[in-house]
Each structure stands twice: as structure tokens, then as C-alpha cells.
């Protein structure tokens, strides 16, 4: 093995987790990748990763371990069931890009430092698959100084901003703060966008034609066309939009916060959930106004 070479873990191979893991075979890491459903490893393993049997043979392997699940359930299942990443040994750091909110990440922080001597790092981002495709992830990063400085070599093959927002679940506040904004643009662009059809003009150039005044963003330019030609291609699911938007009502709660604007859109999402929307990528959520 080449002497400049790290060894790291890489649990979540999904539509974030497959390229971000990729950003690492190609920044002269040597991955170890684990996936609960195993055919989804081959595009890993042409990148040059290894094969882990379980999670907790990919933990003894590797002292820095990623994770990008679909939520908290997710996560907790593949830190402490019998294989888990937790029965793979002390003195690690587990750095989590899953999106759970801040009370499962301090949850998490907690029990693997206290019953395993685990050190867990929050780090959800924000930048979509593009982002992750090309290394221009931002990374919102909660927990000890020491730890995020430890990993940060291998985050920033992932991301151009790695940001440490203060101690264990900074990062998910910080990151649900991010959906605050995002998902009111996703259901607020819906609306327009019909409005645009409904009242007679080409929708599929609206974005375009907003893009240089206040209306634009990030959203508008990556999902603005293809929301108005229902484009299926799936790049995020709406059903983990919905995730996002019941952390952030979960966090309004918690904190006092009134969130009118978001009780609407994740009222609006959930019925995009029953009608059966809920495997559809995000930008799906028009037809409910069809
Ligand atoms: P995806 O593409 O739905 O990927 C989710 C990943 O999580 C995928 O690898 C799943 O494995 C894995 N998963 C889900 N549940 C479990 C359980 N119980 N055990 C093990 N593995 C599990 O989501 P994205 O990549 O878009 O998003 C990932 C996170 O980043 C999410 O928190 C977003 O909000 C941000 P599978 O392949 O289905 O077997």
C-alpha cells in the first residue's frame, strides 16, 4: 500500500452516499464500503473500493467511518445491531452526513462515547447530487474541535466548506435551518410554475427568464425546468423532503419556534406522500396541483 494512502470506512451507498464515496477513492483513499442492499456496491467497487461483509468488519478495519443513511432509525440500526459499527471497536471517530435533527446526533454522541468510547461527529450537507458528484458539498459540522480536524482532510475531497457550527448537533440544526428555506422553495416553485402553465406562458422557461432577479436560487436553477417538464429522473426522494420537514416541525416544537410556512409545505408534501408520490424525486410534488 502507497504511504500516502488513508484508510476509511464508507457505510450508505445511496444517491449521496455513492458519490460522495467515490470523491474518496479519487483523492487517493483506500474505501471500505458497506451497503445494506449489496448490488448497490458495484459502481463503489469499480471506483476502487472494498467489501465489507457487515458493519462492524468495515469499523475493525478503519479508525474514520462515514455514514450517509436515510434517517435516525437507519443510522441507529447500523451503529448498534449485533454487526453494528459499534461492535467493531473503541478509539474511532464516525462521521454521519445522514440528516436526523440534533436530538438523535447528541443521542448518538452520547451512547457511543459513554458504552463504547466512540467519538461521532455530525456532519449533514447541503449541494445535492451535483454537489456530491463534484466535491462542492458544504458540510455543516457538529461536535469536538479535535475530531472535525481529524477528518477534514477527507471532508474537503467531498466539499469546498466544511463548517464547524459548535458541539454535537449544531450540524443538524444548522442543516434544518438550510431545509427552512429549501423546502419552502420546492413547494413555493410548484405553485408558480402552475401558475406560469395556467396562465398561458412556457413554464419550462421561467427559470431561465427569472434567473437574473430577486426570484432566483439554487433550487430554481437545478430543479426549475425539470419540476415543470415532470422531469422522473430521481436525484432526491420526496419521501426523505418529507423526512426533513417532520425534523423541522419536531425542532419548532422543541424550541418554541412558530413555523407557519413550514406547517403549510409539510402538510402539502405529506399528501404528495398518500398520493403515492413518496419514491418519486422531489421535484414530482407539481402533480399534486395536475
Ligand atoms: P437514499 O438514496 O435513499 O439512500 C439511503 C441509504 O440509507 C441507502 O444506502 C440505504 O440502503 C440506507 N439505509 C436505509 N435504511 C437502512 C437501514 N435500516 N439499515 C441500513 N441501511 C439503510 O438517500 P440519499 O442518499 O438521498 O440521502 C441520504 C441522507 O443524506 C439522508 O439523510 C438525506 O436527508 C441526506 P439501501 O440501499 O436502501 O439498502
Redesign the pocket.
Known amino acids: 500500500m502507497p504511504k500516502d494512502k488513508r484508510e476509511v470506512g464508507f ?8 458519490p460522495m464515496s467515490r470523491r474518496l477513492c479519487l483523492g487517493n483513499y483506500i474505501v471500505t464500503v458497506w ?3 449489496k448490488t ?1 456496491t458495484s459502481q463503489a467497487l469499480a471506483a476502487g473500493a472494498n467489501l465489507a461483509d457487515s458493519p462492524s468488519e468495515l469499523a475493525q478495519r478503519n479508525s474514520i467511518v462515514f455514514l ?4 435516525a ?2 443510522v441507529e ?2 451503529l448498534f445491531r449485533k454487526d453494528g459499527i459499534a461492535n467493531g471497536g473503541p478509539g474511532k471517530i464516525i462521521v454521519d ?4 435533527g440534533p436530538t438523535a446526533a447528541k443521542e448518538f454522541a452520547t451512547r457511543l462515547h459513554e458504552k463504547h468510547d466512540i467519538r461521532y461527529v455530525d456532519a ?2 447541503t449541494g445535492g ?1 451535483i454537489g456530491a458528484t463534484e466535491g462542492t458539498l458544504t458540510i455543516f459540522a457538529g461536535g469536538h474541535a479535535s475530531d472535525i480536524q481529524t477528518v477534514r482532510p477527507a471532508l474537503s475531497l467531498m466539499s469546498g466548506r466544511v463548517l464547524h457550527m459548535g458541539g454535537h448537533g449544531a450540524g443538524q440544526t444548522t442543516k434544518l435551518c438550510n431545509q427552512v428555506m429549501v423546502m419552502n422553495t420546492f413547494v413555493t416553485m410548484a405553485e408558480m410554475l402552475k401558475l406560469a402553465e395556467n396562465g398561458g406562458v412556457d413554464a419550462t422557461q421561467i427559470p431561465k427568464i427569472l434567473a437574473d432577479g430577486f426570484a432566483n436560487s439554487r433550487v430554481l436553477e437545478l430543479f426549475g425546468e425539470r419540476m415543470a417538464r415532470r422531469d422522473s429522473e430521481i436525484t ?2 420526496l419521501a ?1 423532503a418529507q ?2 420537514l417532520d425534523l423541522i416541525q419536531a425542532l419548532g416544537k422543541e424550541t418554541s419556534t412558530a413555523l407557519p410556512m413550514c406547517g403549510t409545505a409539510t402538510e402539502l408534501m405529506r399528501l404528495a406522500v398518500a398520493n403515492g408520490l413518496g419514491n418519486s424525486d422531489i421535484t414530482q410534488f407539481i402533480k399534486i396541483y395536475d
Open positions: 457505510v450508505g451507498l445511496g444517491l449521496m452516499g455513492l451497503n445494506r442492499t448497490k450517509c443513511l436515510t434517517d432509525e437507519a440500526d447500523v452526513h445522514s440528516t436526523i449533514p450537507v447530487v432526491g426522494l426523505v423526512k426533513d
